[in-house]
């Protein structure tokens, strides 16, 4: 997808069948291998498979980065951990998701079933730069979202560098909507769901505690 992130679809029809939006897997790569918890990014229960999104960091995600086509995974568990709670918003408030990075393929899912549940989300995706962008173009996930969903779903990319979208952090356009919700010019945010680097999540925390918006952090 970018430098360093690769994405996988596996065949595991067992838990294609099973998955919930938020919930994970322990990947055993090799037979003496660790078993790495992976988020769910996606799955297809009629072709019984997962996908999942590996940035190589340490030295079992660098080496299954590696792996090729056809190879297979020693063994996956899951899924495991507790589903995302879901909220119905009766009235026009909006979900908004902060996404830093690789933080995006664990918020698709959930974001995803918030609009199957008829309530407004906005994505605030964050990268480095431009050149780490992914699922953006109008054939792969969120555009095809965006496609699916033109009326209830708000994108807003945002770059450190300013290369595409607002330059700075997912905090700058969050913070003007917060005001507006506050003014009564924007949109009421009904929750805000962080999941990304841990001093993004805590900078979202701290932005919305004023205000106080229902934040959900994912310490995975």
């Avoid at 026009?92 to 996404?99: K, N």
């Avoid at 507006?180 to 925390?205: D, F, H, N, Q, Y």
Wanted: aromatic share 8%; with cysteine; proline share 6%.
């Amino acid at each position: 997808l970018a430098e360093s992130i690769v994405e996988f679809v596996v065949r595991s029809p067992l838990i294609a069948k099973a998955a919930k939006a938020g919930q994970f897997v322990r990947v055993l790569a090799w037979a003496k291998g660790e078993l790495v918890p992976m988020t769910l990014a996606d799955w297809d229960a009629d072709t019984g498979t997962i996908v999942m999104v590996i940035q190589g960091l340490g030295s079992s995600s660098m080496m299954m980065n590696k792996m090729e086509v056809g190879e297979a995974f020693t063994g996956i568990a899951g899924p495991l951990g507790l589903p995302s709670q879901l909220h119905r918003y009766d009235k026009g408030e909006t979900v908004a998701f902060c996404a830093g990075g690789v933080g995006l393929p664990p918020v698709y899912p959930i974001m995803r079933e918030h609009l199957r549940m008829g309530n407004h989300v906005t994505l605030i995706a964050g990268f480095r730069t431009k050149d780490l962008m992914f699922w953006a173009e109008p054939d792969e996930r969120i555009g095809l979202l965006q496609t699916q969903y033109p009326d209830t779903l708000d994108v807003v990319y945002t770059t450190n560098d300013g290369s595409f979208g607002i330059e700075g952090f997912v905090t700058t356009p969050l913070g003007a909507m917060l005001e507006g919700a506050k003014a009564g010019t924007g949109r009421a945010i009904g929750e805000v769901i962080a999941i990304g680097p841990p001093l993004m999540m805590k900078a979202v925390s701290d932005l919305t505690k004023p205000y106080g918006v229902r934040t959900i952090a994912s310490l995975n």
